[in-house]
């Protein structure tokens, strides 16, 4: 009987803690002013809940139970160490005094400010990231190094210096005034798309995707959403699910690259593209449409056209447009010449592609080569599309897409 | 806290500006020194001589080497410094962002180390 009731409660601790946590510990690094004692903090209640709990009962707000149990803990912990003498008694009463009335608002105000403090852009961006992922979704230091194929230590090393930078250089721990929020929320979507990519074209190694590195960045996304709706925040949550909708469809069972036009659509999932279309629709709506919102504009055509020939390549080609005015880059430029070569023919298209690489800023960048030999070889032009795939491929790291790249060589050589 | 505001800026291009830009600079300078003593975060302040102007200092093994100029070349020099009190690192941002410097050159923000007296 007893042990029924200790499983019972360890359940639900368990529960609790995967869903409240996160919440817990941005209100602890609030009232304390310091990460690694809010995490000292966090386990140190936990464990009391384990103990307690099976005796006490589960208490009505188990939330502000914790929250207040860890602050308790954490004066224990100060006043234990020599990290507090006589002199420091004063900061140690701030703390006792600290104790709020806590609201839903307030607690929400708290994972905001976590999520801008941890993307502050005075930390690196590599910080900026390893901060996000083990403060704000959680995850383990390790957990962290594996999905970046960064040893462990290095990434601890990376995190330990973020917090003491946050702590010596004077990081506030506030959500940015409304004249910074536009710079501020720009470094936060950064740090989630980074997240996204990391997990959605894997830079290196063998798989093409690592999925779960994605699905952090649509929580957090999601999160960001809920907590602060800019049209920026909703444009790239859309853009995330609209990617992440069309991932089965990108590869083979073998893990090979599957071009856009040969892909099976019905494979995409359909919940994740309303979900992002409808998104999408919302951030356009606000009539302050940045980048976010209209790279999730072009996806969204893509995910709703039933091919590649009835796709809405005019449109295509506008929003590219605007892209290129909110945001110039030669990236984008080479984007833009794709659609047009979709809209008005691979001559068209290659002449523009020429154009960019000429500037000479894409001319290590594998994309821009490889567009180059698909438009050759469409054109029947087989010497200059091999010379473009094999340039292609002295820049090309992933694994699978050097496999398609060595199958379109081959192709093209049976032909010469 | 305390922060250093080190003001870097590219001498030469500052040295070819006519007459009256390089006074409307200055009074920019002075309004925005003002301000920051009327709000109470100004704690000192110096503009420093060109960086031709600069010597290097090293001790070893007992043995002093003078050498000149500065250690790197850049293409931004130091040239002058605010030393300011802000709430935070944000506050301080939003101070050295006001510096005339910060549209031409770099400011470089660093908390200045405490120590409490004993």
């Known amino acids: 009987m007893q042990n029924d009731v200790e499983a019972h409660v360890r359940d639900k601790v368990d529960a609790i803690y995967r869903s409240d946590s996160r919440r817990v510990l941005a209100t602890l690094i609030r009232l304390l002013g310091d990460f690694d004692l809010a995490e000292e903090a966090l386990h140190d209640a936990f464990a009391a809940a384990v103990e307690r709990w099976p005796e006490d009962g589960v208490p009505r707000n188990p939330r502000t139970w914790l929250v207040s149990t860890g602050r308790f803990k954490a004066i224990d912990r100060l006043r234990r160490s020599s990290r507090f003498d006589s002199a420091d008694g004063a900061a140690l009463e701030r703390f006792v005094q600290d104790e709020d009335p806590e609201t839903d608002d307030g607690v929400e105000d708290d994972r905001l400010r976590l999520i801008f403090t941890c993307c502050h852009p005075a930390l690196s961006a590599d910080a900026q990231i390893a901060l996000t992922l083990r403060e704000v979704c959680g995850l383990t230091t390790e957990e962290v190094a594996r999905a970046f194929l960064t040893p462990a230590p290095t990434l601890a090393q990376r995190i330990v210096r973020a917090k003491s930078k946050i702590r010596d250089a004077g990081i506030p721990y506030e959500i940015p005034s409304l004249s910074d929020l536009p710079d501020r929320l720009d470094s936060v979507l950064h740090v989630i798309y980074l997240v996204f990519n990391e997990g959605y074209l894997a830079s290196a190694g063998p798989e093409l995707t690592r999925e779960s590195l994605s699905a952090e960045a649509i929580r957090l996304g999601r999160l960001l959403v809920e907590l602060l709706p800019e049209p920026e925040a909703i444009g790239l949550l859309a853009l995330m699910l609209l990617h992440e909708a069309r991932r089965v469809g990108r590869t083979s069972s073998l893990g090979d690259v599957i071009l856009l036009e040969d892909q099976d659509r019905s494979l995409w999932n359909r919940e994740e593209i309303h979900e992002g279309v409808t998104l999408v629709e919302r951030a356009l709506t606000s009539r302050r449409i940045g980048p976010y919102s209209l790279q999730a504009a072009i996806a969204a055509v893509h995910a709703e056209a039933p091919d590649t020939a009835s796709t809405d390549w005019a449109q295509i080609v506008a929003l590219y447009d605007l892209l290129l005015k909110a945001e110039p880059s030669a990236v984008i430029e080479l984007n833009r010449a794709a659609a047009i070569a979709m809209r008005d023919g691979p001559a068209a298209g290659l002449k523009l592609i020429d154009k960019i690489l000429a500037m000479g800023d894409l001319e290590d960048y594998y994309p821009a080569h490889a567009a180059r030999g698909e438009l050759c070889r469409r054109l029947g032009r087989v010497g200059d599309a091999m010379a473009a795939y094999k340039r292609t491929l002295e820049l090309v790291t992933q694994e699978p897409e050097r496999r398609f790249l060595e199958r379109r060589l081959m192709e093209l050589d049976s032909r010469r | ?118």
């Not at chain 2, 975060?41 to 600069?54: D, E, F, I, R």
């Not at chain 2, 101070?95 to 660093?110: D, K, L, N, T």
């Open chain 2, 1 to 118: 806290m305390k922060y250093l505001c080190l003001i870097y800026d590219n001498e030469s291009e500052w040295l070819k500006f006519p007459k009256e830009v390089q006074d409307k600079y200055m009074g920019e300078y002075t309004a925005f020194g003002d301000s920051i003593k009327k709000s109470g975060q100004y704690v000192g302040a110096n503009q420093l001589q060109p960086s031709h102007t600069a010597t290097v200092v090293r001790a070893r093994n007992g043995k002093v080497s003078t050498t000149d100029g500065p250690f790197v070349e850049t293409k931004e020099q130091l040239g002058g410094y605010y030393l300011i009190d802000a709430k935070d690192l944000n506050d301080a941002i939003q101070v050295a962002s006001r510096i005339p410097s910060a549209r031409f050159g770099a400011i470089e923000v660093r908390p200045v180390v405490e120590r409490t007296s004993a």
